[in-house]
């Protein structure tokens, strides 16, 4: 359950969340479950303050379609971005939301614990 009250992004940042909540939830598997999907809705509308369901629901298909399409260049560059635009310690509460995606399902795959490593290194 998430605690922390919502912020309201600029489109930009949601969308790279997005992605990058697809990135372990769809990339590392070619898989995306039930739980997963709903786990990434919830997390984006808590970051979705004053955005209309429609609005999540375009930023979460836009970031399906190119989480399907990304390879590992593309995460690297949204972790970038991210790492940048996000206020100081908000890249933890980024960090416990990809282990809600992850978990969503009922496990988290070693090839989904990789890349939130690889996130939670490039943040530092």
């Not at 209309?52 to 995460?75: C, F, H, K, M, Y």
């Not at 980024?94 to 490593?117: K, P, W």
Request: charged fraction near 25%; include cysteine; aromatic fraction near 6%.
């Amino acid at each position: 359950m998430l605690t922390d009250a919502p912020l309201a992004l600029r489109t930009e940042h949601l969308r790279d969340l997005a992605l990058l909540y697809y990135a372990v939830a769809y990339q590392t598997d070619r898989w995306l479950s039930s739980g997963e999907e709903v786990a990434v809705h919830r997390i984006l509308r808590a970051w979705s303050a004053g955005r209309t369901p429609d609005e999540i629901d375009r930023n979460v298909q836009a970031a399906l379609w190119a989480a399907r399409a990304a390879g590992p260049s593309p995460v690297e560059a949204v972790v970038d971005r991210l790492k940048r635009a996000l206020p100081p310690g908000l890249g933890r509460r980024v960090l416990a939301d990809l282990a809600r995606v992850a978990q969503a399902d009922g496990f988290c795959s070693a090839a989904e614990a990789t890349v939130i490593a690889r996130i939670r290194a490039a943040w530092g």
